[in-house]
């Protein structure tokens, strides 16, 4: 018990550590991306380094449930990385304890953190995004920092437009000033031309002072400019020289607030409780407005008048249809509309288009507020489930890195890293697609929240399970060596001299059997040819069974003379190839499972053509087999 304590709080020491760098990294990481996002509203506006930071902060932690999962990947990976890099996972499990037993204070651990984690969404992320995205409008609402260039038209100043020449950066004296104004309108607009002149800002900040030097004023005295009655004729303008004038121009240069109400009622700034409430109510409003609408389309609609309908749209019972006394009145509205005369047609005609359209104009508008009000809905829905999917992706992301981790036994920054980032953009891009196929109602919103956890949880399990049994499923070698095979680069065999022999081979009793090795294969060579029947390969499944009985009688041979201690023996045995060709791809298969997929080409013929080439190079291979008996047995025979 006391060593399995020790294992649990060196878990925990190594564990740590990694997981708060990274957690750090990641978070500096997606901050950065944010400022990138919105550096914008905040750049040229002149706002307190304190405002800043307050916007820096509650941005931190809104991001922290993005940081959070990508930390606790990378960490655990390279945890477990580090762990099996310096074979003290393997020193572990050499002593008994599995590698559940390994990760099981960490799974304490994540599971706490997804529980924070849940509460931290829950009950601070309102908080946060309220007075985040509050501060957020109430930068982009501020004024710029008058920073007039040289040569070009200034237009952030709202109603005037500011072109001067040159600038003194020392005295702060604007040359060559022309100004548009038509804060009043373009029919009344104000023109300035001026040799020089300066801006300040007035105390307050509320107003921007604007002296101009030696210049000349344009303006129409005409409030009337543009009626019809004196379109032609010439409109009067005042023209005024002076050498000093000042215009005092409405500009709110100071930070603003704005009221966090609007982002408190919105779904960004509810928990769950709240949450519920507004989806319940929203919910009953939508039913109410959806039913309003129906009975409005039924009231406005033909149907209501025929036989076989109640009042409200239900249909009417057959005994209370033959119950009715009233005569049925049958139209023939086309003979009553080529009854009319051409000009009441016509007027016929526009008013039923008029009419349409306006049907039209009033289902769209219907529409539009069913939609936006099951936008609202949809958007407090998928907040709820974001409550709870961001907890549970801390859990899945550790039970994708720790045994990953265990697997490819790879520490540091390197390959960590990017299995990480890999896989968090996977994660990131399935879990915005479910987002927005919730949000538009595409998907239930359940299902859309919920795809990420619902595709990287099957991973972890497996992943986990793999781990656990000690799998080289991500070994660069196996399937390197695999590859190999399959082109028919097979490994060099390797055997070497033994320094101590029990029993040495007899050579007399293996001559027959080599003389029977070869005889086998040049019989499996006269027979076997290199092309099969496409039929054939498939009804007997790719199996052969010969070949691989000649391959154990190679083997056996091999083991036996590997007790000898003459190097030529030794060196002659290293000649022969590793047989693997015998278990072709549809070995394993059933016949009539096979034969039915042999009938399906897409998938047939590929593996048809590549167990043909296999089968060629099992022939390459058993030739060589009969070649080197020949010489092994005339070599043991001297012996």
Known sequence: MLKIKRLYTFMMQTFLPLFFMTFGICLFIVLMQFIWRYIDDMVGKGLDMLVLGEMFLYAALSLVPMALPLAILLSSLMTFGNLGERLELLAMKSAGVSLIHIMKPLIILIFFVSVGAFFFQNNVMPVVQVKLYSL??????????LDIPEGVFFQEITGYNLYVRNKNTKTGLLGDLMIYDYSEGFNNARVFVADSGRLKTSDDKLFLVLTLYSGESFENVNPQANTAARAKEAVPYRRETFSEKEILIEFDGNFNRTDESFFQNNYIGKDLETLQTSIDSMTVRLDSIKNVNANNVYASS????FPGYTQRGTPETPKQI???????LVLNYDSLYLAKTAADQASMLSRTKSSIENLKSDYHFKALSIGDESLRLRRHITQWHKTFAV???CLVFFFIGAPLGAIIRKGGLGTPVVISVVLFIIYYVIDNMGFKMARDGVWPAWQGMWLSSAVLTPLGIFLTYKAVNDSVILNADTYLNALKSLIGRRATRKVERKEVIIFNPDYKALVPRLENLISNCRLYISKHKRWISYITYWREGGKDAIAEHLALEMES?????????????????????????YKQLGAHLNPKLSLAIGVFFPLGLPVYFLSIY?????RQDIETVRKVSEELKDMISEL
Do not use: C, H, W
């Not at 957020?136 to 920092?145: A, F, H, N, T």
């Not at 033909?302 to 008048?305: E, I, N």
């Not at 296999?614 to 099992?618: A, D, I, P, Y």
């Open 136 to 145: 957020l409008y109430s930068m982009r609402q501020k004024s710029p920092e």
């Open 302 to 305: 033909y149907k209501r008048s």
């Open 322 to 328: 033959n119950d009715k006394t009233e005569d049925v």
């Open 391 to 393: 907890s549970f992706a």
């Open 557 to 581: 041979i091999v083991e036996e003379l590997s007790n000898s201690d003459q190097n030529l023996v030794l060196n002659k045995l290293m000649d022969y190839p590793f047989i693997g060709g």
């Open 614 to 618: 296999q089968r060629k190079l099992l």
